[in-house]
């Protein structure tokens, strides 16, 4: 094997991941990195680096998805619901990782100046979930069918520091930051006559500031600032940044999004390195010798995650974890769900293993032909809908002649004799007969994802490892 910088960088970023830093020498760790001196204010801004990717991101997340006049596709203004109307298409590139099997009834508001109110329609029994995430992409409400049922229900969404009174029938909910994000899900065939049924609904879920609620009330028009990046995928844009600006960045946002209690300790030591909640980043305490390596390195460590994460489950090469949603103390986590998956559900609300490689721990790739196989009676099993989804190695979704981005039980999958049920994962048609059947990959890499909405939390149940994912195999 080649040893490559890369491949020094990657053994560094594990000794910065665990606790071997210990045993080696700072001055032979600091030259096995290429950073020279100042390990530990190095590892201190790795550190500061992961702890504020979730901020950072759903900061430049709602920069792009709201810098909008008017309501438009799969952006609006702040406070103003967006309607998708369809399932994303492969141009899509607004969050990693989207789903094409709920319609997003979705919407960014700040709640630090004054509560706002979210109406929800009776559901009439259809499977929707409206999870509200913080600044930090914890869930820390969840109406639904699973928690709140699916008749018509009304809420108020509160700031971190809001005291009043509400009005009659209106349930409080607190967010512990200023800006929210409501992600919600409304399960939908993808039918015209269900795509039909679901604008219905959305059309009567309403957001409206607390002074307004019941009141007439227009929304006022988004102001677009033409200086942000409207073509570069978020994560990319982040990515990008360097130390300085990402940290002056971090700093203002902790202002009025200000960290959990628990995260004191961890805050306590970012003060050595210019990083202070509720003040602007001292940028003359981060030391310029390594400055530049800091997000190549802090987002190196984040997805090493999926290898060295005591949390990541690895069953028959699909890796998932069951913390998602509320992560603690857990940076690491946090920001890996951040990257792939912004916007994850609780656990209780869905698992999503995710698959890199076949059975024999090869690589996808569209040159190749595979199946995944479930035996009689072992579907997935979930209470609201299972679905297995299809993204190119950046996780955004991928053109193909069907349309088609996730294949589920509303494919009308036919099974085998034997009662089991294949799944064609592939370039190409496996025949009309079995396209049903068929997921349609692309030419090059592919990454695999399966989504299990209100997952089974009794036999047979992936939760309590009492049901297993079966591996994907290739075909020769």
């Not at 939908?188 to 007439?216: F, I, M, N, W």
């Amino acid at each position: 094997m080649d040893i490559t910088r890369r491949n020094v960088t990657i053994g560094g970023m594990s000794l910065l991941a665990s606790s071997s830093i210990s045993t080696m020498g700072h001055a032979e760790l600091g030259e096995l990195l290429g950073i020279g001196e100042g390990l530990e204010e190095f590892a201190l801004a790795t550190d500061a680096y992961i702890f504020g990717y979730p901020l950072v991101t759903m900061e430049m997340t709602r920069r792009v998805i709201t810098n909008v006049a008017t309501p438009v596709g799969t952006r609006a203004p702040m406070g103003q619901i967006i309607k998708l109307r369809k399932y994303p298409d492969a141009s899509f590139r607004d969050v990693t990782a989207p789903n094409a099997d709920t319609l997003y009834t979705s919407a960014f508001f700040d709640v630090g100046k004054e509560p706002w109110v979210l109406s929800i329609p009776d559901m009439k029994g259809r499977y929707a979930l409206f999870p509200m995430l913080d600044g930090w992409t914890t869930v820390f409400q969840v109406p639904g069918k699973r928690t709140t049922g699916t008749g018509a229900q009304t809420y108020a969404i509160t700031g971190p520091g809001w005291k009043g009174t509400l009005p009659s029938g209106v349930k409080e909910y607190k967010s512990p930051t200023s800006i929210v994000w409501l992600l919600g899900r409304i399960y939908c065939t993808g039918t015209s006559e269900d795509y039909a049924e679901v604008h219905k609904l959305q059309d009567e879920c309403r957001l409206v500031p607390l002074s307004s609620y019941g009141k007439p009330y227009t929304p006022p028009g988004g102001k677009v600032d033409a200086s942000i990046d409207m073509k570069t995928a978020v994560r990319d844009q982040v990515n990008r940044m360097d130390a300085t600006a990402y940290f002056t960045l971090l700093c203002k946002l902790m202002k009025d999004n200000p960290p959990a209690a628990a995260d004191a300790p961890q805050l306590a030591k970012f003060a050595r390195i210019g990083i202070v909640p509720g003040q602007d980043f001292d940028a003359s305490k981060l030391k310029a010798d390594f400055v530049k390596r800091v997000p190549e390195i802090g987002f190196d460590r984040i997805m090493l995650q999926f290898k060295i994460n005591k949390d990541m489950k690895d069953e028959n090469g699909w890796g998932f974890t069951t913390k998602t949603g509320i992560y603690g103390t857990d940076y690491l986590m946090r920001a890996l769900v951040t990257a792939i998956g912004l916007g994850a559900n609780r656990p209780q609300d869905a698992v999503y293993p995710t698959s890199l490689k076949d059975a024999e721990g090869r690589k996808y790739n569209g040159a190749n032909k595979y199946v995944l196989r479930f035996a009689k009676g072992q579907l997935p099993p979930a209470l609201g809908f299972w679905s297995l989804t299809m993204y190119d190695s950046n996780y955004f979704f991928v053109n193909n002649p069907l349309d088609r981005y996730s294949i589920s039980a509303r494919q009308n999958l036919k099974s085998n004799p034997d009662g089991s049920t294949d799944l064609y994962i592939q370039k190409d048609s496996p025949g009309k007969d079995k396209e049903s059947n068929w997921l349609p990959a692309p030419s090059g890499d592919f990454v695999l994802m399966m989504r299990l909405y209100w997952p089974n939390e009794k036999n047979p149940s992936i939760i309590n490892g009492s049901w297993k994912i079966p591996p994907v195999k290739q075909v020769t």
